[in-house]
């Protein structure tokens, strides 16, 4: 006759092993079952787009880029501010479905040499005829950043010769050592 303690212990036995994740071979099924369906995929970067274009901070001389992979996000880009790459972290952290956030976001050195270059290159992009219309929407295309005197164009123009209008306007600013025009061309 079974004790309790025996009849315990062989159910335990029977329903362990089942509840443990597979290894191995045997992994791969469980794990394909946690990539997103592509609706899901497809909500998470919508809405990660979204809580990131609406943060209070974001500016022009900000640039925030994005992954999403799975369930998880990883976030990069530089901002000059440094709470907003902490508002940035958090505010994605609360989308719904997502598990992980890996923060690599760049806080830019703080130097009063570079903020005057922020703003000479500003009125210089953005000041000049040509360029004019893409001051217009409340988040810029043209993304300005500077670090160390080194700029970098980040960002969507109309057309070639706007990323080359870009570039040639930033390049003329006295006290830029560079220029990195990284500015994508719409298609």
Known sequence: MMTFRSTLFLICALLVPS????VGPLAAPALAQRQPSARAHERIQKEVRHQLLMLPYFGVFDNLTYKVDGYNV????????????SDAERSVQRIEGVEKVANHIEVLPVSPMDDGLRRQLYRAIYGYPSLQRYALPPVKPIRILVKNGHVALEGV?????DKSVAGIRASGVAG???????????K
């Open 19 to 22: 509840l443990i994740l597979p």
């Open 176 to 186: 830029v050592f560079s220029v990195t025009n990284n500015l994508l061309v719409a």
């Open 157 to 161: 123009v109309d057309s070639q010769s």
């Open 74 to 85: 990883i976030l990069g880009g530089a901002v000059t501010n440094p709470t907003l790459k």
